[in-house]
């Protein structure tokens, strides 16, 4: 039962490198989305997909890409890394359905230097 | 969009003691929800509300909707040290399950034993 897993747990870049925040799901869930949490502002929505090839831009989506190709994983690319762009972020799943709410991953700290 | 004030910010108690939070917001919400974090963790679900007026407990965790959609509280008694963290509220528009949440800056809590 592993929910949902997000990797690297930790991650430090350097200014204008990319790299790719990986997320898993084995729920079977056809929701899925990525969060930044910032301190002192909550968790902001950065892209989600209602199901495999259907992906949108949430709140915060300028600097980063997202696919979904398979119904497990979600991926979210940082194509330029900036300063701005440290944070802590959060993938997380649910079940289409009303009354169904989410299941979050454990956050991946990263830092750009 | 939406913004969501959640208050206080931040809370220091004893052991024992009760504990109220709550979120405002100048629009109108159908879904509000409570989540906790821990350090280091993703946010986990305390409490779902789906209805104006409704009051749902979680063991010593009370929730309400309120009357006019645009507000929520959370109550906790008796503290306990394992209520550490930070609690969140968010709210959601829309009845599908792609309508998108948005969240409260979190009330951080510490129990002092």
């Known amino acids: 039962n592993a929910g949902v897993t997000q990797t690297p747990k930790f991650q430090v870049l350097k200014t204008g490198q990319s790299m790719t925040l990986q997320c898993a799901q084995d729920?079977?869930?056809?929701?899925m989305s990525w969060y930044r949490q910032d301190p002192g502002m909550g968790l902001r929505l950065i892209h989600y997909?209602?199901?495999?090839?259907?992906?949108d831009q949430g709140e915060v989506p300028n600097g980063y890409n997202v696919s979904r190709s398979t119904t497990e994983d979600f991926p979210l690319r940082l194509l330029s890394a900036a300063p701005s762009q440290t944070s802590v972020y959060f993938c997380?799943?649910?079940?289409?359905?009303?009354?169904?709410?989410?299941?979050f991953g454990q956050g991946t700290r990263l830092t750009v230097v | 969009g939406q913004q969501l004030n959640q208050s206080p910010q931040s809370m220091f108690i004893q052991e024992g003691e009760d504990v109220s939070m709550n979120c405002t917001s100048s629009?109108?919400?159908?879904?509000w929800l409570w989540y906790k974090q821990d350090p280091g963790e993703g946010p986990v679900l305390l409490i779902a509300?789906?209805?104006?007026?409704e009051l749902t407990s979680n063991g010593r965790l009370t929730a309400q909707f309120g009357i006019t959609r645009k507000d929520s509280f959370l109550n906790i008694s008796a503290s306990i040290p394992s209520d550490v963290g930070i609690y969140f509220c968010?709210?959601?528009?829309?009845?599908?399950?792609?309508?998108?949440?948005?969240f409260g800056e979190g009330t951080q809590l510490t129990v002092n034993p």
């Open positions: 997380a799943s649910k079940r289409q359905g009303s009354r169904t709410e989410a299941f």
């Open positions: 968010a709210g959601r528009v829309g009845e599908t399950s792609g309508s998108r949440l948005t």
């Open positions: 729920m079977n869930h056809e929701y």
């Open positions: 997909s209602v199901g495999a090839g259907i992906t």
């Open positions: 509300l789906y209805k104006a007026g």
């Open positions: 629009s109108i919400f159908n879904t």
